[in-house]
């Protein structure tokens, strides 16, 4: 599949699926500390679904959320992540999604609320993939069936047996 | 199979929810008959109880079967989510209880099923001090004048029980739009087959499943269904979806779960404190009735369209209210919302009053005399003989449920012998 095609607001299914399988590596920027803010489930589900995620604060940098350590800037990063998750407001996700564009990631995932369209054109014109307004955890428990244990609409149809597994890397 | 609504309403019913079973490739839903569920070890129990992921702790919260029908129902009605219960009055209840606190209000249709007149009228301000407003929703201007500061929801039927009001959802749901406030639908009489509320704005469905939607009369059961799209924090009228919850060590719902908020926080919170979850073997009978929903809707509306027809023509009858007929005063609307159909529960008037209707529910024998509506079998009912019994003569006349007046609920019989039984009873009420 092409990697930039993202129609904003109506991603397919197969399109969001093939961004979690491609990607390996997640900077998650604005990761917290805090157990109840979504940026902390977020960085812990994603960490216990396979991924390597490094996550990225300034006012922590140096030390560690859930033994990860905590890097103060996309520029510090030895490498460049596959994926950049941004857990910022819309405006400031446009300096964040520069800083990807530099940092030389292939997606740039802006959390549920966040949208900046003119950072998306420029990282597409970049040639990365954007994702905008969503939450990678919520959608990989949607397409894996997960979220409906909570009587969630997935919205997903399924006939095939799927593979018992404990989580979603595993799965696929 | 994936892409998000691009299946069938028939599809759906039969599909939404309910992947072979991961464990067996049982291919219909099990019974998930236990309470409990074990751990993986204890940071996977951590992150369930903080809500960090979802998953299977104790079925009063969740459970897989029960799961499977929450998904199918709010996929069937375009919703977000949805949070099963035990009865129909169960749904009502926790529809309200993230919304409400002593002293709020909730504006409702004067037309509600009497059994909710009697919940939202009677036991909610005396337990809890939510305090009702009851209005006639025919015109939309009383459901604006009534809402104040403290009105915290609006609460109607797609149609009434009994038979014969339709409600102009649009038209209301655009007036709790500028209050700020949401609109519930119970949308028990028409099910998901005949209209989606939320198409025309509803927040927030509730349902019955004991009805049409199990549609065999054997299990109770309800169901709140959110849309999705109703923004909690933008007010500070909702404290609940939008403050610290302290029993979440300080997690905000709306903040962490955005349009999955009311959901979640009906598992994690609702059926945590109130407690009325669903049984799963109730769970399995109603996945196994709304399976085949699309067929039996098509049916009843059908036998109760030629039902009304025929109780029209017939001496012994002074009036019928049906909304799927050209003289109802909501044949408009019904046509507007309901399409495929009025629904399969009418009320209508016997001549010669109270003692005519004791002797036609008396008199019929295909008909079951009983206090439901919605299943297979055709039900009649004479309301002030029974239901209505201990309201004065005003009070049956404003709850609609005077002496004369007979509620049927049109089963999937051949039309022909439902027919017939009426005719035969009614005609003994003119000897
Ligand atoms: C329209 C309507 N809403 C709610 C209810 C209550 O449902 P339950 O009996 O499942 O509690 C009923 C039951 O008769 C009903 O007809």
């Given at each position: 599949m092409s990697g930039t095609t993202g129609d904003h607001g109506h991603y397919s299914d197969a399109f969001l699926r093939g961004v979690l399988d491609r990607v390996k590596s997640i900077a998650i920027v604005g990761a917290s500390a805090d157990p109840v803010k979504a940026s902390y489930f977020v960085t812990k589900y994603l960490r216990d679904a396979g991924y390597r995620v490094i996550p990225i604060n300034p006012k922590m940098a140096g030390q560690s959320i859930l033994g990860l350590p905590v890097h103060g800037s996309l520029a510090d990063l030895p490498e460049p992540p596959d994926m950049v998750d941004i857990f910022r407001n819309s405006t400031a996700a446009g300096g964040v999604t520069d800083e990807a564009i530099a940092a030389g990631a292939k997606v740039v995932w802006m959390q549920l609320g966040v949208v900046n369209d003119e950072a998306a054109a420029r990282a597409e014109a970049a040639g990365l993939t954007v994702v905008m307004n969503r939450c990678p955890k919520m959608e990989i428990q949607r397409l894996y069936g997960e979220i409906g244990r909570i009587g969630v609409n997935s919205g997903v149809l399924v006939t095939k047996k799927q593979p018992l597994k404990k989580s979603f890397k595993k799965l696929i | 199979m994936s892409e998000r609504k691009s299946f069938g309403f028939e599809t759906r019913a039969i599909h939404a929810g309910a992947a072979p079973d991961p464990a067996t490739g049982a291919r219909q839903t099990p019974i998930y008959q236990t309470t409990s569920f074990v751990f993986e070890d204890v940071d996977d129990a951590a992150s369930l109880f903080n809500l960090q992921k979802v998953g299977f702790i104790y079925s009063r919260l969740t459970n897989p079967t029960v799961a499977v029908l929450e998904e199918r129902l709010a996929n069937l009605e375009g919703g977000a989510g949805a949070t099963a219960t035990a009865s129909g009055h169960a749904a009502q209840l926790l529809a309200l209880f993230p919304l409400m606190a002593p002293g709020d209000g909730v504006v409702a249709s004067q037309k509600l099923y009497g059994g909710s007149i009697n919940q939202i009228g009677t036991s909610f301000p005396r337990a809890f001090g939510w305090q009702p407003t009851f209005v006639d929703t025919d015109n939309p201007d009383n459901v604006r004048a009534a809402i104040t500061e403290k009105t915290k929801a609006v609460f109607v039927e797609s149609l009434a029980n009994p038979g014969g009001v339709v409600t102009d959802i649009e038209a209301i749901a655009r007036i709790a739009d500028e209050a700020g406030i949401p609109l519930i639908v119970d949308n028990t009489l028409a099910t998901p087959y005949l209209i989606n509320p939320i198409q025309w704005g509803a927040t927030l469905v509730v349902h019955s499943?004991?009805?049409?939607?199990?549609?065999?009369?054997t299990a109770v059961g309800g169901v709140v269904i959110d849309s999705g799209t109703f923004d909690w924090s933008k007010s500070g009228k909702y404290p609940a979806l939008s403050e610290p919850d302290a029993g979440y060590h300080g997690l905000r719902f709306h903040e962490t779960f955005g349009h999955l908020a009311f959901t979640i926080h009906g598992h994690a919170v609702g059926l945590r404190d109130l407690g009325p979850s669903q049984a799963p073997q109730n769970a399995f009978l109603t996945l196994n009735g709304i399976e085949t929903l699309p067929l039996r809707m098509q049916r009843h509306v059908e036998n109760a369209r030629k039902v009304a027809e025929f109780l029209e023509d017939h001496p012994a009858v002074g009036w019928v209210s049906y909304a799927g007929l050209p003289s109802s005063k909501y044949h408009a609307l019904a046509k507007k919302y309901l399409p495929k159909g009025a629904g399969a529960v009418l009320t209508f008037g016997v001549k010669g009053g109270y003692e005519a209707g004791v002797k036609l529910v008396e008199s019929v024998e295909l008909f079951s005399h009983l206090a439901n509506i919605g299943d297979s079998r055709s039900l009649i009912i004479h309301p002030s003989s029974t239901t209505h019994r201990q309201l004065s003569a005003e009070g049956q006349a404003t709850a609609g449920a005077g002496p004369d007046v007979i509620r049927l609920s049109i089963g999937l019989e051949s039309v022909e012998d439902i027919i017939a039984d009426l005719d035969q009873a009614l005609t003994k009420t003119l000897g």
């Open positions: - | 499943t004991t009805k049409f939607l199990s549609g065999n009369g």
